[in-house]
């Protein structure tokens, strides 16, 4: 148990469970303490490289939203419990351009410490806009620095869709949709977290109710209540067990591989049936995961034919551009 918290980041906060019982004073309980030690110096570390990075950007004019990992860790009992390796930040697509440029002036270690996600309206909140995100959003300040933070509402809906999109395999990512629900103000509007597609809803829900069923998650009385399926517990607990698995290399030339080994390919790319219901919108409830996952496989392989096909005929034009610089072609 303690490998399994340690290689999913929950380390610092399986030992701040323990620290004060009979098990606190065992082998396994040092190492996590360890990490507790190692994350308390990485957290001081990560604000005041947050704050430069803030800075350098607000010289320009440019005021980021900045979600998930530090802010995440601002609702737990230390920032420590919530270890975070980068930034995520997002700005309007008008000033990506400079944001990039100005990030590219930063030392390396500041610039792999910042990720300009600007994927993630497209990937876990397909139904908000960047103008709806801002004129929710909150100004706030780190020492002399400004940043936005996204409304509750919005920041909730996020980092459930975003875990479930990872197929929900780490076990601090469930700690951070707790953390987030007992921390919820009082003017907290369900209606706008569950604005939008009705089917990612659900599965903000199912998250939400699974929580509180296995953390022990204080949900406020006013929480809709959504529907926690078998599947989709098991699925969860499997991912834990399993931990991130790196996607296998590209697959190229499945019709040359024979049946034998063409079934290990796929087997090896089966998708888990967390990702397959989001990625397919589908329901939460009454289709089977198989199906799922099947149709899944699908849109995956038929994503990657196009991109091949498009990289492909995109080398093609230099090609013959190149050939006929040479006189290969007249």
């Known amino acids: 148990m303690a490998d399994i918290l340690l290689d999913t980041g929950g380390g610092a906060l399986g030992w701040w469970r323990i620290r004060d019982s009979p098990l606190g004073s065992s082998v396994a309980a040092e190492r996590l303490h360890e990490a507790f030690r190692l994350h308390t110096l990485q957290a001081a570390l990560h604000t005041k490289n947050l704050e430069h990075v803030l800075l350098h950007l607000n010289e320009t004019g440019l005021v980021p939203i900045v979600f998930k990992g ?197 087997r090896a790319r089966w998708p888990d049936p967390i990702t397959s219901t989001l990625h397919l919108r589908a329901p939460f409830r009454g289709v089977p995961r198989v199906l799922l996952q099947f149709g899944e496989l699908i849109r995956r392989g038929a994503v990657f034919i196009r991109k091949t096909w498009r990289n492909r005929f995109s080398e093609l034009p230099s090609a013959v551009g190149s050939a006929a610089e040479q006189g290969v072609v007249s």
């Open 70 to 266: 530090w802010t995440m860790a601002r609702l737990y009992a230390k920032p420590a419990l919530r270890p975070y390796g980068d930034v995520d930040i997002l700005v309007a697509e008008s000033d990506v351009d400079r944001a990039r440029t100005l990030i590219a002036r930063l030392s390396p270690e500041l610039q792999e410490f910042v990720d300009l996600d600007m994927r993630v309206l497209r990937r876990f909140l397909p139904d908000r806009s960047y103008a709806e995100l801002i004129a929710r959003a909150t100004t706030e300040s780190l020492g002399a620095a400004r940043l936005l933070t996204l409304a509750p509402e919005d920041h909730l809906r996020l980092i459930c869709l975003h875990q479930l999109d990872h197929g929900g395999w780490r076990p601090l990512w469930l700690c951070d949709v707790a953390a987030f629900v007992e921390s919820l103000p009082r003017s907290f509007r369900w209606d706008l977290c569950l604005a939008g597609n009705a089917r990612l809803s659900d599965a903000v829900l199912a998250l939400v109710g699974l929580a509180e069923e296995l953390l022990g998650a204080r949900i406020p009385a006013d929480t809709p209540r959504g529907a926690v399926p078998h599947w989709f517990r098991e699925a969860v607990l499997h991912g834990w067990a399993g931990g991130h698995q790196a996607p296998p290399d590209p697959l190229l030339g499945l019709h040359r591989l024979g049946w034998r080994r063409a079934l290990q390919a796929v």
